[in-house]
């Protein structure tokens, strides 16, 4: 039964204009970088390397699929949470706008997989958006620069990894991007269980990602023993496979806290859907 309701609420989203909209935004977007990287793309690159050209000597394709493909991720992946959010925001307090969580009610169903229902259905579109990401920025990209050598610029230095290197490292880094906007769509079906209009959970769940992104960039004491658990602090640690070597232990440590985050929000959004009043 959960199988079956699960499939039903896919459907659902699927049949929300709004979701094409995200993968159409998703896709115009990752578009632009690419035509804008073909147009102008050396010149971005020699302001990158200008500062080390004096003591190295740059040869081969830089500017290849793969550091763009690193390009598109590094700009997009905090803009994506939006996109994620408008879709899944709406999943259980979209029912009581439209007075149907009522009818949800009485079909041979617990409360309790109903949500989980919901929260699977939007792991799945949350899934195939990260996906469709994946596609355009690395296949696409690879398609129109070709392939090489990966630079990156990161506060150790530069780093340069050979190009058999790379491909298992984007594959591991898509799946962690992967559940750091599941914790998105985790959060936003969580308010969703606690409002009765589709704008509210949206709108919360950005003011949310907003207000803990500042307070891991701000330089203030007081915040350091929180920054550690907040869910934004480990939203770009996709990029630690790109170092060299690579810091499993701290990788790790991100999964866990993202998984807990995971956790404790569908608990939370169980419980209060269980206890919710939906007679009025």
């Given at each position: ?40 793309g050396k010149s971005f690159i020699s302001f990158v390397t200008a ?151 949206i709108v919360s769940t950005m003011s949310i990602i907003i207000l ?46 993202l998984v807990i985050h995971n956790i404790v929000l569908v608990l ?13």
């Open positions: 039964m959960l199988l079956k309701n699960t499939y039903n609420e896919f459907i659902k989203i699927l049949a929300k204009p709004r979701s094409y909209l995200g993968i159409g935004a998703l896709t115009l977007l990752v578009l632009l970088i690419l035509f804008a990287m073909k147009a102008d500062s080390f050209e004096q003591t190295l000597s740059f040869n081969g394709n830089i500017l290849n699929g793969n550091l763009i493909a690193f390009i598109i991720l590094q700009m997009l992946i905090v803009h994506i949470p939006l996109l994620v959010s408008l879709v899944t925001g709406d999943l259980i307090s979209g029912e009581a706008a439209m007075g149907t969580i009522r009818m949800m009610a009485t079909k041979p169903i617990s409360r309790t997989q109903i949500v989980l229902s919901k929260f699977i259905a939007g792991a799945v579109y949350t899934f195939i958006l990260t996906l469709w990401l994946g596609f355009l920025a690395l296949i696409v990209g690879k398609w129109m620069f070709g392939t090489g050598d990966l630079i990156v610029l990161n506060s150790d230095g530069l780093v340069i990894l050979k190009e058999q290197d790379i491909l298992w490292r984007y594959g591991l880094s898509f799946g962690v991007a992967y559940l750091a906007l599941l914790t998105i769509s985790t959060l936003s079906i969580c308010l969703s269980a606690f409002a009765e209009n589709s704008i509210g959970p803990f992104t500042i307070i891991g960039t701000l330089d203030v004491s007081v915040f350091d023993s929180i920054k550690p658990f907040l869910f934004t602090t480990h939203m770009a640690s996709w990029r630690s496979f790109f170092e060299d070597p690579v810091p499993w232990t701290t990788i790790r440590n991100s999964v866990s806290i939370i959004a169980v419980y209060k859907f269980n206890k919710k009043d939906i007679t009025s």
